[in-house]
């Protein structure tokens, strides 16, 4: 099993909205709707933000949102705002196990 | 409000043992349906699953580690446990548990427990 891919980094000004992909295979992120987002600061443990593709949790800023096409999830991030910059991951259920994604840094500009 | 708080040793010496305690607390670790994991980070890397345990004792594990890797499970001290055998220093990481409400979610997460590898 690989990692779930992501881009290494994606940036935005203040305001604006940033798209963060996570590809996986027909074996895990394209076979179930079991698609995970995690917001991480540096030195903190991560956070949950969408679950099952594109659902919030409570207390979740309505400005994230998630969705899924094929083998490839999205987050999306309206309405950027400094405290937004941060490490996300992506997470997929695999039939048995989990895999991460590699991480995006996000960097607001 | 569920918290988890990891214990363990920080440091272990190559090809020994490492092993890693969850302490749950606000909650029953055998109430509800719930996975009990381990997920680690190595310094300035992603996170990489390790394993879970399911409330009635059923594990899964990464195939990566699988020949390494043993989750049980306390219930009478509301704790599970990690234990993966013969470390090298590619094991050195944070080290995290974690609840599960469903396959792929994780809903809590301890603060986090570095462990070196080192001799």
């Known amino acids: 099993q690989s990692a779930l891919t992501q881009p290494a980094s994606v940036s935005g000004s203040p305001g604006q909205s940033i798209t963060i992909s996570c590809t996986g295979t027909s074996s895990d992120v394209g076979s179930y709707n079991l698609v995970s987002w995690y917001q991480q600061h540096p030195g903190k443990a991560p956070k949950l933000m969408i679950y099952?593709?594109?659902k919030r949790p409570s207390g979740v800023s309505n400005r994230f949102s998630g969705s899924k096409s094929g083998n490839t999830a999205s987050l999306t991030i309206s309405g950027l705002q400094a405290e937004d910059e941060a490490d996300y991951y992506c997470?997929?259920?695999?039939?048995?196990?989990?895999?991460f994604g590699g991480g995006t840094k996000l960097t607001v500009l | 409000q569920v918290q988890l708080q990891e214990s363990g040793p920080g440091l272990v010496k190559p090809s020994q043992t490492l092993s890693l305690t969850c302490t749950v607390s606000g909650g029953s670790i055998s109430s509800g349906s719930y996975y009990w994991s381990w997920i680690r980070q190595p310094a300035g890397k992603g996170l990489e699953w390790i394993g879970r345990?399911?409330?009635?004792?059923?594990?899964n594990y990464n195939p990566s580690l699988k020949s390494r890797v043993t989750i049980s499970v306390d219930t009478s001290k509301n704790q599970f446990s990690l234990k993966l055998s013969s470390v090298t220093a590619a094991d050195t990481a944070v080290y995290y548990c974690?609840?599960?409400?469903?396959?792929?979610?994780?809903?809590?997460w301890g603060q986090g427990t570095l462990v070196t590898v080192s001799s």
């Open positions: 997470c997929s259920y695999a039939g048995s196990s989990t895999l």
């Open positions: 974690a609840r599960e409400p469903r396959a792929g979610r994780v809903d809590y």
């Open positions: 099952e593709v594109s």
């Open positions: 345990i399911y409330t009635s004792g059923s594990t």
